[in-house]
């Protein structure tokens, strides 16, 4: 079956602006949860979704936010982008909620300008 | 969720048994020990758990110390493309968030 699968892979943004970014998880999987990847920081827990609802949230600020549909896809959101957003965003699925093994995406890689 | 220490990175060579420590002396009783890899530019992968028995799959061992502060993830035989970051987690099985840290970066060798 399919893996999860992220939109867009690569974008480029300017200081100020926001993005979207998609996340369709495995069939059958209910929990959706993002991670930040950066050289310095290693890779960051944003949040958790399970069943549209947030279930858990990571220590970012809270130009970061995302919600979750009906079907389990998921988008993630960041307003007012800085230079510091420009990171690897990792999108993972499991059957609940977030528990064993997960199901990460190959990423969107955010850059801004 | 319990924190883990892992090196910075280690190299072996191709063939041999790749041994990758990771140090969790604070892991309480109900948290489970998680093993994935990021090969470059790819989203992490999951090779094992386990709570306190030695575990073995078709990737990977795990051996986890009685005292279960310490555990070492075995690959037999590394092969060039076992090249990736390895992360080492300490968490509950009901636990939400899985904090990855900058795990350790192996390099197998020809």
């Known amino acids: 079956k399919a893996g999860v699968t992220q939109t867009p892979r690569y974008l480029i943004k300017t200081r100020g602006q926001q993005v979207t970014l998609s996340c369709s998880p495995i069939?059958?999987?209910?929990?959706v949860s993002w991670y930040q990847q950066t050289p310095g920081q290693g890779l960051q827990f944003l949040f958790e979704y399970f069943s549209e609802t947030q279930r858990n949230k990571g220590n970012f600020p809270g130009r970061f936010s995302g919600r979750q549909f009906s079907n389990s896809r998921s988008e993630m959101n960041v307003s007012t982008l800085e230079l510091g957003d420009s990171a690897l965003y990792l999108c993972?699925?499991?059957?609940?909620?977030?528990?064993?093994?997960?199901?990460f995406g190959e990423g969107s890689r955010l850059t801004v300008l | 969720d319990a924190k883990t220490t892992q090196p910075p990175s280690m190299d072996c060579a191709e063939g041999r048994a790749a041994n990758l420590p990771c140090n969790h002396s604070t892991i309480s009783g109900n948290e489970y020990v998680y093993w994935y890899r990021q090969i470059h530019s790819q989203g992490p992968q999951y090779i094992i758990h386990?709570?306190?028995n030695n575990e073995t799959n078709e990737m990977a061992s795990l051996i986890i110390t009685e005292d279960r502060k310490s555990s070492t993830l075995i690959l037999p035989h590394a092969t060039l493309r076992d090249t990736a970051v390895y992360y080492c987690i300490a968490r509950s099985i009901s636990g939400y968030a899985l904090n990855f840290g900058k795990g350790t970066s192996l390099l197998v060798t020809p």
């Open positions: 993972a699925s499991s059957l609940a909620q977030a528990t064993g093994e997960l199901f």
């Open positions: 386990g709570l306190k």
């Open positions: 069939s059958g999987h209910r929990s």
